[in-house]
């Protein structure tokens, strides 16, 4: 009706190419409620995450994946990208 689009929030980390925790952290995202949080791939170590859910949830929700996926000390293995 207003004739504009929303960009729906992004989160983007530098996380290690390492399938495993890819793998681990692409689950524990598909387990959260809704909604769903969508996980990008861009080069090789950069994992870009999108959803609907207003940006500070987004980054929660991602943080506690981050917990699943790599353990408490998750911020020693990922870098937010700016």
């Known amino acids: ?5 929303c960009r729906m929030p ?3 980390l530098a996380v290690p190419d ?3 925790l890819l793998g681990r952290l692409a689950t524990a995202l598909q387990v959260q409620s809704d909604p769903p949080i969508s996980l ?3 080069g090789e170590t ?3 995450f999108e ?3 207003p940006p500070l949830m987004l980054r929660s929700r991602v943080v506690q994946a981050l917990e699943v ?3 408490p000390d998750w911020h020693s293995v990922v870098r ?3």
């Open 18 to 20: 390492d399938p495993d």
């Open 1 to 5: 009706m207003f004739g504009y689009a």
């Open 46 to 48: 950069v994992v870009t």
């Open 40 to 42: 990008t791939r861009s």
């Open 69 to 71: 996926a790599a353990g």
């Open 10 to 12: 992004t989160f983007a």
């Open 51 to 53: 959803s609907i859910t």
């Open 80 to 82: 937010e990208i700016a």
